[in-house]
């Protein structure tokens, strides 16, 4: 029977199609086959035709949205908007950032780790996704600003609060 006449959801034929491929690979590098016909050179997939394309806001709704953004009364809300459009992190990267990550006076800002959601486990610190995600890149001055008004706002927090948040 073929994969795909299979009942099963698709990221579970992707992870048999894996580990099917990986199987081989290696049973060719031990020589017990000679050919793994399960290689890009052999395969092509195709495109989920459910898949729904990604679309981008137009140059009237980015205004709309920074114009927003940039007046927008809650500076958590503020920052962390403002972070993950203007550098490109991903969400994790974003969440695993902490204040010395962040150069005021260069404008930089470094990802050293990344906070990945597990089911079972919670939250967890983790490497980056890849090695090249580890990066340090300059940021707008209206980014800088606002983190500099969220950390303010955070150490008053801090101050009234103490260690409870």
Avoid: C
């Amino acid at each position: 029977m073929l994969l795909n006449q299979l009942k099963l959801a698709p990221i579970t034929k992707k992870i048999f199609k894996t580990y099917l491929r990986q199987l081989l690979a290696d049973a060719k590098s031990e020589r017990l086959i000679k050919e793994s016909h399960a290689t890009s050179d052999f395969v092509f997939y195709t495109r989920n035709k459910n898949r729904k394309e990604i679309e981008a806001m137009d140059e009237e709704q980015a205004k709309i949205f920074f114009n927003t953004l940039i007046t927008w009364p809650n500076i958590k809300e503020k920052a962390l908007l403002l972070t993950l459009s203007l550098t490109g992190f991903r969400k994790g990267e974003v969440i695993g950032l902490k204040w010395d990550d962040i150069d005021f006076n260069k404008a930089k800002i470094s990802v050293n780790r990344s906070v990945g959601n597990y089911p079972k486990y919670g939250l967890i610190i983790k490497e980056p996704k890849t090695e090249k995600s580890l990066r340090t890149i300059t940021v707008p001055n209206i980014l800088i600003e606002t983190l500099k008004e969220y950390k303010t706002y955070q150490d008053n927090l801090k101050q009234k609060l103490g260690d409870y948040i």
